[in-house]
């Protein structure tokens, strides 16, 4: 989350809320296309935009850090 979250995050916020948000999600997918596959391309595409768009309305990288956190716990259980 640090890195899609905040940094790339921060560098594509310039070009618009929508830009970041996208782009940043886009890119949490295709990084787990390299672990888990492409079957799990929407999943994650899904779960990146909502990681995005909570860093969009919070304005905080922490919140999707904790989302993050949450469902890997849930994910194990």
Avoid: C, K
Avoid at 21 to 44: E, Q, R, Y
Avoid at 47 to 66: C, N, Y
């Amino acid at each position: 989350e640090a890195f899609f979250r905040r940094l790339l995050y921060g560098v594509l916020l310039p070009y618009g809320t929508g830009i970041a948000v996208a782009g940043s999600a886009a890119a949490f997918a295709a990084v787990h296309v390299t672990v888990w596959g492409a079957w799990v391309l929407p999943l994650d595409l899904a779960a990146g935009l909502v990681l995005s768009w909570q860093r969009a309305a919070s304005g905080r990288w922490s919140v999707p850090a904790a989302t993050h956190v949450l469902a890997n716990i849930l994910a194990l259980v």
